[in-house]
């Protein structure tokens, strides 16, 4: 394959008819994560894909199942760690298949079980399910998996994280062994090499980004004030910004608190969190989508599940517990190249926490101030092979300073 990016998704071996969908979705340009993955995976070789979110796996995979499953009978078997990204990836594949007949299922809990039989017995030959869910049907003997030629492992280091590593071993034995499996995620802990290694074929590796790598068009600082300190700034932060904002919260209880707090400033709000039903889920990411919503909060149960263009910014109100996820939440913000910003708030007690997140995105966050917020600065080693971006730290500018260009107000 030539070095150089191609600019249409011709000469990928995509089938002719496969092309000429996907110049009616309107795709014209392959990221290079496709570029990478679908020759490979139209050849039939197992995948191990790492890529940061928002660069269009869910189409890297679903492209190639297609093409395959439409030469033959067998079946398609995709596995994600959220019944929103479960959603998510069959809204795209149903976009590809269904020119060719081909229909799909989502095997997902808080939703009915009764309509996901009728669609397996309605002939989905593909099936998009969450691992607790898929493991209901193969109990209960309403699915079956002994026809599946690809099977696909999307976000695995986010299934491992939320403990699917037993239910993820489990269908792993209920597959065919002559199988082609793909997996995709943004991370790839050692765990995963390990399963990987005991029920992958000579998987081939493609990394278009470093692991942990966070996307390079997103602006990110963090600013370190007191906890009692940190709603205020939050206000401060949303009268700054116009555009809709993903505010991730540690708790469930911290996000339905902040939710209500959000809505007493005067924004429009909703939450996402395991408390709330599949139904009321979606209904709160609808609304985020077109707008009846500003703020969207989030636990981290949502922070790969969110496909919506056009976030402006990303606050983690809370940090992550676990540095990797910080990478999958602020690639919810610049997503399909447009640019995006990430703003997180962090206690001073904290200074271990942000080094391990600065660790794992190879890089030195700014930290920025604020008028009418007292900031502090943390102390920070000199910067040595932490693999520092060069940007400063205290003496970052903050986003208010940025905008001095744009005629707002000026402070010190």
Known sequence: MPNTHPTTFFGLGIAPKVLETLERMKFQIPTPI?????PLAVEGKDIMGIAQTGTGK????????VQRLAQGTSNGLIVVPTRELALQVDETIRKVAV????KSTVLIGGASMEEQIRDIKRGARILVATPGRLIDHLQRGTARLNNVAILVLDEADRMFDMGFAPQIEQILREVPKERQTML???TMPRDIMVMAGRHM???????VAPQGTAAENVVQEIFVVKRESKILLLQKLLGEYRGSVLLFSRTK????????????????????????????????LEGF????????VATDIAARGIDVKGIEVVINFDLPDDAENYVHRIGRTGRAGMEGRAISIATPDQADLIQAIEKTVRSQITQAQHP???THTLYRPPAGGSGSSGRSSGGGRSFVNRNLARGRRRFR
């Open 372 to 374: 009418d917020v007292e």
């Open 201 to 207: 074929k000579l998987p081939i590796n493609i990394e």
């Open 34 to 38: 496709q570029y990478k993955a679908i």
């Open 99 to 102: 020119p060719f007949g081909i």
């Open 184 to 186: 995709f995620s943004a």
């Open 289 to 296: 989508k077109v707008g009846r919503y500003r703020v969207l």
């Open 58 to 65: 869910t189409l890297a995979f679903a492209i190639p199942m």
């Open 253 to 284: 209880h911290g996000a339905r608190k902040l939710t209500r707090d959000i809505k007493v400033m005067g924004h429009s709000a909703a939450e996402i969190h395991s408390d709330k039903t599949l139904a009321q889920r979606r209904q709160a």
